[in-house]
């Protein structure tokens, strides 16, 4: 069964970074679409990219596109989210992801437990 247990988040003022790491064990990711995703409090999960096997991600919003960057380290089964200049608006809960296949769903089955951001003006 795979665990994936995110850390790195916290409190950080307005333009400050955080990098989240999303540790797996159970499973090797290097062999299947890891994703990154945040919810923040009354609003709906947002996916912000995956990052495939290959370790290309694909497109992420406008919203964070420019300031986040998601990679992975397969020798230590990691993965990663660059977050710089961060924004009160960042402010959620973020949370890494896999459906355990090669691909990548939109809805995946496997969630880590999450960890809280908070981005203070």
């Known amino acids: 069964q795979v665990q994936l247990v995110e850390s790195g988040g916290g409190s950080v003022q307005a333009g400050g970074s955080l990098r989240l790491s999303c540790a797996a064990s159970?499973?090797?990711?290097?062999?299947?679409?890891m994703g990154w995703f945040r919810q923040a409090q009354g609003k709906a999960r947002e996916v912000i990219t995956f990052?495939?096997?290959?370790?290309?991600?694909?497109s992420y919003p406008d919203s964070v596109k420019g300031r986040f960057t998601a990679s992975k380290d397969n020798a230590k089964n990691t993965l990663y989210l660059q977050m710089n200049n961060l924004k009160p608006e960042d402010t959620a809960m973020y949370y890494c992801?896999?459906?355990?296949?090669?691909?990548?769903?939109?809805?995946?089955?496997?969630w880590g437990q999450g960890t809280q951001v908070t981005v203070s003006s």
């Open positions: 159970g499973a090797i990711l290097s062999r299947y679409c």
């Open positions: 992801a896999t459906d355990l296949k090669s691909y990548c769903m939109s809805q995946p089955n496997y």
């Open positions: 990052v495939r096997v290959d370790g290309r991600t694909t």
